[in-house]
T-cell receptor, first 115, second 111 residues
Framework: DQQVKQNSPSLSVQEGRISILNCDYTNSMFDYFLWYKKYPAEGPTFLISISSIKDKNEDGRFTVFLNKSAKHLSLHIVPSQPGDSAVYFC??????????????FGKGTHLIIQP | NAGVTQTPKFQVLKTGQSMTLQCAQDMNHEYMSWYRQDPGMGLRLIHYSVGAGITDQGEVPNGYNVSRSTTEDFPLRLLSAAPSQTSVYFCAVQGTQETQYFGPGTRLLVL
């Protein structure tokens, strides 16, 4: 049973437009959420995170929104740039106190930025 | 991926062979983990460690062994490789809160 779901395997967006990547989760115990970006043949790179006590976190072009009642989060990238083309993973953790139980990942969304 | 190194980058094994995937960090963080990534799948946790001398199982631990004798190193051992263990393996170090920093990965092919 997948606890973190990214239902869009791929997404194509024009350069300069907004990219919106979605993620749903089922485990109510999750209270910390992260987005990772991954280029081919490299390890995932941390992008942005959000705690369950917030509903929005912003870092430059990247904003993550959390809707706890819907168990849904989204990553907005504005404006989209060619270098944003990558696979984006949504991840969740039940412990925001520094626990090392690891993260639960979604399957990823391949974002393609069209020139 | 600065601060987390993995060796080798690529390895081919025959079924039944054993090997050790190396992971080292210079970030002086306590928490380290091993994940595997398979095509069309997210990363799945194999084993993790909260500090030297302490390890625990993750979601998919079968066929793998770990130990943590120092803060810097967290090797992953395949005791008897199987084709189902063909995957890309990532080591991670946990920084602040839940943020994990990943190494560049080891691609393993088991024939």
């Amino acid at each position: 049973d997948q606890q973190v779901k990214q239902n869009s395997p791929s997404l194509s967006v024009q350069e300069g437009r907004i990219s919106i990547l979605n993620c749903d989760y089922t485990n109510s115990m999750f209270d910390y959420f992260l987005w990772y970006k991954k280029y081919p043949a490299e390890g995932p790179t941390f992008l942005i995170s959000i705690s369950s006590i917030k509903d929005k976190n912003e870092d430059g072009r990247f904003t993550v929104f959390l809707n706890k009642s819907a168990k849904h989060l989204s990553l907005h990238i504005v404006p989209s740039q060619p270098g944003d083309s990558a696979v984006y993973f949504c991840a969740a953790s039940p412990d925001s106190g520094g626990g090392a139980d690891g993260l639960t990942f979604g399957k990823g969304t391949h974002l393609i930025i069209q020139p | 991926n600065a601060g987390v190194t993995q060796t080798p980058k690529f390895q081919v094994l025959k079924t039944g062979q054993s090997m050790t995937l190396q992971c080292a960090q210079d970030m002086n963080h306590e928490y380290m983990s091993w994940y595997r990534q398979d095509p069309g799948m997210g990363l799945r946790l194999i084993h993790y460690s909260v500090g030297a001398g302490i390890t625990d199982q993750g979601e998919v631990p079968n066929g793998y062994n770990v130990s943590r004798s120092t803060t810097e190193d967290f090797p992953l051992r395949l005791l008897s490789a199987a084709p189902s263990q063909t995957s890309v393996y990532f080591c991670a170090v946990q920084g602040t809160q839940e943020t994990q920093y990943f190494g560049p990965g080891t691609r393993l092919l088991v024939l």
